[in-house]
């Protein structure tokens, strides 16, 4: 049930979007300050998160707009199969087309911020565990906004309030890994917020876009 | 027309017995916002029953569809779907239902072809003879292959999901304006698609402005929203 | 428990007399639990040794910060009966206590910067409890903006719904935020398995304090849910009896 890949395929403006924006606003930070090497390196988690904030909402906007504009979420839920699992599929593929691409861009980012090199592996799988909790919680938003007018605005609102553990545990993780610390600790915190947002948040996903879709 | 036979074809695969598929709306409450729309509906439709909805604008017909099918809770009443109340497992009654609603969902980047590929595969899979019959049927088989769905006429696209419906083996049809953008020809594909679909034990509910000619089946039409069949 | 009570909360014009019955007896109990506690608050409990005066701001900030969080859990509550239960009272429930669940937040803030000022020495500090705080106030505000920004209002109370019930998680890591992390908050000193260590000359007018608020809450929360209820059964019968009522009584 992956046909959501043929989709971007065909439509690849879309999805480079979220990651030129991440580009753009990593960019932005050492030219809105100091270049100092050392307070850049510092800087360099928090510069990482929030743009990778700022473009996942960007990219959660279209999540579930189409598919609810066009009538498919509806054939969804009366298709008879689990509309949880075929969320959850879509959110995945989404996921594959924009986070992903972001988690493997950040290790660059980080480096050009000041990060040494090494920390190139702990930077990309907080980033990828980061995300993989940012694109489930921000389905539920995405599913709650559904169709409204000016949803994406709306939706940074609920979704940033609940995403805020992940930041916590992601920067500090980028920290550790920027600094040479072991970031394993903060890592399984990410990992584990992981995993509980993949059981509750596709059931919450669910019901709210059923809610959206009366 | 020349291509009936191809269609019974894929009508008969209904592997379920029809004998004991069965809807009943019971005492159907609903409210919309403040207005009570559906007051004590009730009713119930055998396999190849018809019932159609020309009601007014705003009347309700496309809540109750949309009721039926699930997507509207009903303050009062029960839907059962061979007895067993549709609350207590929709995805087995989904299963047997096909909603044609407003929008057509198709996705307007994927080719005709493909997107019957991928409507199909969302219930089980269909072979490709039974979707270029199914093309075929509704008077789309001379399409460009490589065209995408954008570049189709409303008409066309409404086609295209009929088409759809005739590859979904669903016994209960909701169909919500299936005329829109048709013309008398393509209003032809659809009475012989419900002339099939009822003659083979096949239900539907259709709400339209303007009667359908379908002499098939037990055709119901119902004029105003408060009545009660028998 | 007594089904056949929660049912008739249920109905709106039992909840309509209920409420307009309470409401003034509850706003009239939290003003006379306000004077008292205020009263001994500000003037019979004893100086601090360390904050001396300053600290009297607690009588003011701790009770509404703990009321934010209630007024959150209540909403959460009543927004998941309405879901799941589908009573629609419950709804309107949940969205009276929004805005109020949000002005608490809002002087629990202020007033904790307020007191931040003369004791730490600083307006603002990024203390977990304070962002989580924060945070409480951004959902109340996601609520209310939800709601506004859905036309449908079936659709707007349940999508709300699910929002209370997600961010309910928020609640408790505020309250053992200060647990987790190093703070400049102090550890809990009321709620403790051990008894309070704050001396009772301190605490009862806290206390008295809480109630005070926690009335205000309710009557205020019961005044706007009437006012709901009001606006959303426009049409129905009992409303026009109960108004008649009302008006041959006054």
Same mark, same amino acid.
């Given at each position: 049930?992956?046909?959501?890949?043929?989709?971007a395929f065909?439509?690849?403006g879309?999805?480079?979007?979220?990651l030129?924006?991440?580009?753009?606003?990593?960019?932005?930070f050492?030219?809105?300050m100091?270049p100092?090497?050392?307070?850049?390196?510092?800087l360099a988690?928090?510069?990482?998160w929030v743009s990778?904030?700022?473009?996942?909402?960007?990219?959660?906007?279209?999540?579930?707009?189409e598919?609810?504009?066009?009538?498919?979420?509806?054939?969804?839920?009366?298709?008879?199969q689990?509309?949880?699992?075929?969320?959850?599929?879509?959110?995945?593929?989404?996921?594959?087309l924009?986070g992903m691409?972001?988690?493997?861009?950040?290790p660059?980012a980080?480096?050009?911020?000041?990060?040494?090199?090494?920390?190139?592996?702990?930077?990309?799988f907080?980033?990828?565990?980061?995300s993989?909790?940012?694109s489930?919680?921000?389905?539920i938003g995405?599913?709650?906004?559904?169709g409204l007018?000016?949803?994406g605005a709306?939706l940074?609102?609920?979704?940033?309030?609940l995403?805020m553990?992940v930041?916590?545990?992601?920067a500090?993780?980028?920290a550790n890994?920027i600094a040479?610390?072991?970031?394993?600790?903060?890592?399984?915190?990410?990992?584990?917020?992981?995993?509980?947002?993949?059981?509750l948040?596709?059931?919450?996903?669910?019901?709210?876009?059923?809610i959206?879709?009366? | 027309?020349g291509?009936?036979?191809a269609v019974?074809t894929n009508?008969?695969?209904?592997?379920?017995?029809s004998?004991?598929?069965r809807?009943?709306?019971?005492?159907?409450?609903?409210w919309r916002?403040?207005?009570?729309?559906?007051?004590?509906?009730?009713?119930?439709?055998e396999?190849?029953?018809a019932?159609q909805?020309?009601?007014?604008n705003g009347?309700?017909k496309t809540?109750?569809l949309?009721?039926?099918?699930?997507f509207?809770h009903?303050?009062?009443?029960?839907?059962?779907?061979?007895?067993?109340p549709?609350?207590a497992?929709?995805?087995?009654f989904?299963?047997?239902?096909a909603?044609?609603?407003?929008?057509?969902?198709l996705k307007?980047?994927?080719?005709?072809?493909?997107?019957?590929?991928?409507?199909?595969?969302?219930?089980?899979?269909?072979?490709?003879?039974?979707?270029?019959?199914a093309?075929?049927?509704?008077?789309?088989?001379?399409?460009?292959p490589?065209q995408?769905?954008r570049?189709l006429?409303?008409?066309?696209?409404?086609?295209?999901?009929?088409?759809r419906l005739?590859?979904?083996?669903?016994?209960?049809?909701?169909?919500?304006?299936?005329?829109?953008?048709?013309?008398a020809?393509?209003?032809e594909?659809?009475?012989?698609?419900?002339?099939?679909?009822l003659?083979?034990g096949?239900?539907?509910?259709?709400?339209?402005?303007?009667s359908?000619?379908v002499?098939?089946?037990?055709?119901k039409?119902?004029?105003a929203?408060?009545?009660?069949?028998? | 428990m007594?089904w056949v009570?929660f049912?008739?909360?249920?109905?709106p014009?039992?909840?309509?007399?209920?409420?307009?019955?309470?409401?003034?007896w509850?706003?009239?109990?939290?003003c006379?639990?306000?004077?008292?506690g205020l009263?001994?608050?500000?003037?019979?409990?004893?100086?601090?040794?360390?904050?001396s005066d300053?600290?009297?701001i607690?009588?003011?900030?701790?009770?509404s910060?703990?009321?934010?969080l209630?007024t959150y859990t209540?909403m959460?509550?009543?927004?998941?009966?309405?879901?799941?239960w589908?009573?629609?009272i419950?709804?309107a429930i949940a969205?009276?206590?929004?805005?109020?669940g949000a002005?608490?937040?809002?002087?629990s803030?202020?007033?904790g910067?307020?007191?931040g000022?003369?004791?730490?020495?600083?307006?603002?500090?990024?203390?977990?409890?304070?962002?989580?705080q924060?945070?409480?106030?951004? =959902?109340?505000?996601?609520? #209310?903006? @939800?709601?506004? %920004?859905?036309?449908?209002r079936? $659709?707007?109370? &349940?999508?709300? +719904?699910?929002?209370?019930?997600?961010g309910?998680?928020?609640?408790p890591?505020v309250?053992?935020?200060?647990?987790?992390?190093?703070?400049l908050?102090?550890?809990?000193s009321?709620?403790?398995?051990?008894?309070?260590t704050?001396?009772?000359?301190?605490?009862?007018?806290?206390?008295?304090?809480?109630?005070?608020?926690? =009335?205000y809450?309710?009557? #205020?929360? @019961?005044?706007r %849910?009437?006012?709901?209820v009001? $606006?959303r059964e &426009?049409?129905? +019968?009992?409303l026009?009896?109960e108004?008649?009522r009302?008006?041959?009584?006054?």
């Amino acid at each position: 049930m992956r046909r959501d890949l043929l989709l971007a395929f065909r439509r690849p403006g879309e999805w480079l979007q979220p990651l030129a924006f991440f580009a753009l606003v990593t960019t932005l930070f050492p030219l809105a300050m100091d270049p100092e090497a050392a307070v850049l390196r510092r800087l360099a988690p928090a510069a990482l998160w929030v743009s990778l904030l700022l473009a996942s909402l960007l990219a959660l906007d279209f999540l579930f707009r189409e598919d609810g504009r066009d009538g498919t979420l509806e054939q969804y839920a009366v298709s008879g199969q689990s509309f949880t699992a075929l969320l959850l599929a879509k959110t995945a593929t989404h996921w594959l087309l924009t986070g992903m691409p972001l988690a493997l861009a950040g290790p660059l980012a980080a480096v050009s911020l000041g990060a040494p090199p090494s920390a190139m592996p702990g930077v990309f799988f907080a980033l990828l565990l980061g995300s993989v909790s940012l694109s489930l919680i921000g389905s539920i938003g995405a599913g709650l906004t559904l169709g409204l007018r000016r949803g994406g605005a709306l939706l940074s609102l609920l979704v940033l309030p609940l995403v805020m553990p992940v930041l916590v545990f992601g920067a500090r993780a980028t920290a550790n890994a920027i600094a040479g610390d072991d970031a394993a600790g903060a890592l399984y915190l990410l990992a584990a917020s992981g995993v509980l947002a993949l059981t509750l948040a596709p059931l919450a996903a669910a019901a709210a876009v059923r809610i959206s879709l009366e | 027309m020349g291509s009936s036979p191809a269609v019974r074809t894929n009508l008969t695969l209904h592997s379920t017995p029809s004998a004991d598929a069965r809807l009943e709306v019971l005492n159907l409450h609903l409210w919309r916002g403040d207005r009570h729309l559906l007051r004590g509906l009730h009713f119930a439709m055998e396999p190849g029953d018809a019932l159609q909805l020309l009601w007014p604008n705003g009347a309700g017909k496309t809540s109750l569809l949309r009721c039926i099918a699930g997507f509207l809770h009903a303050e009062e009443g029960t839907i059962r779907w061979r007895g067993v109340p549709v609350d207590a497992d929709p995805d087995a009654f989904h299963w047997e239902m096909a909603y044609l609603g407003h929008e057509t969902a198709l996705k307007a980047d994927l080719t005709a072809a493909e997107n019957l590929r991928f409507a199909c595969a969302l219930r089980h899979g269909a072979e490709e003879a039974a979707m270029r019959i199914a093309l075929q049927t509704v008077g789309l088989a001379q399409l460009d292959p490589m065209q995408p769905a954008r570049s189709l006429s409303a008409g066309q696209r409404r086609r295209l999901s009929l088409a759809r419906l005739s590859l979904w083996n669903a016994r209960l049809w909701l169909l919500d304006e299936p005329a829109a953008n048709l013309d008398a020809a393509g209003q032809e594909v659809l009475a012989e698609l419900l002339r099939h679909h009822l003659a083979s034990g096949g239900m539907a509910i259709l709400a339209t402005h303007a009667s359908l000619a379908v002499d098939s089946g037990r055709w119901k039409t119902w004029g105003a929203p408060a009545e009660s069949a028998a | 428990m007594n089904w056949v009570w929660f049912h008739r909360f249920g109905s709106p014009p039992y909840f309509y007399r209920f409420a307009g019955r309470w409401a003034p007896w509850f706003l009239g109990i939290a003003c006379v639990l306000l004077v008292v506690g205020l009263y001994g608050g500000l003037v019979m409990a004893p100086v601090d040794y360390f904050q001396s005066d300053a600290y009297r701001i607690i009588y003011v900030h701790v009770p509404s910060a703990y009321l934010s969080l209630m007024t959150y859990t209540y909403m959460a509550l009543a927004a998941a009966v309405g879901l799941i239960w589908r009573i629609k009272i419950c709804h309107a429930i949940a969205s009276a206590c929004a805005p109020a669940g949000a002005g608490f937040t809002v002087v629990s803030l202020a007033t904790g910067m307020i007191w931040g000022q003369p004791t730490w020495g600083t307006w603002w500090a990024w203390d977990p409890r304070i962002v989580s705080q924060l945070f409480v106030l951004f =959902f109340f505000l996601g609520y #209310i903006s @939800l709601r506004g %920004a859905i036309e449908d209002r079936d $659709r707007a109370d &349940r999508a709300s +719904a699910v929002l209370a019930i997600v961010g309910v998680i928020n609640v408790p890591i505020v309250h053992y935020s200060v647990e987790w992390w190093n703070s400049l908050h102090q550890g809990p000193s009321l709620m403790r398995a051990d008894g309070p260590t704050m001396p009772m000359s301190m605490a009862w007018p806290l206390l008295v304090m809480i109630g005070a608020y926690t =009335f205000y809450f309710l009557a #205020i929360m @019961l005044m706007r %849910a009437r006012a709901e209820v009001l $606006r959303r059964e &426009r049409g129905g +019968a009992w409303l026009r009896e109960e108004l008649a009522r009302a008006g041959a009584v006054s």
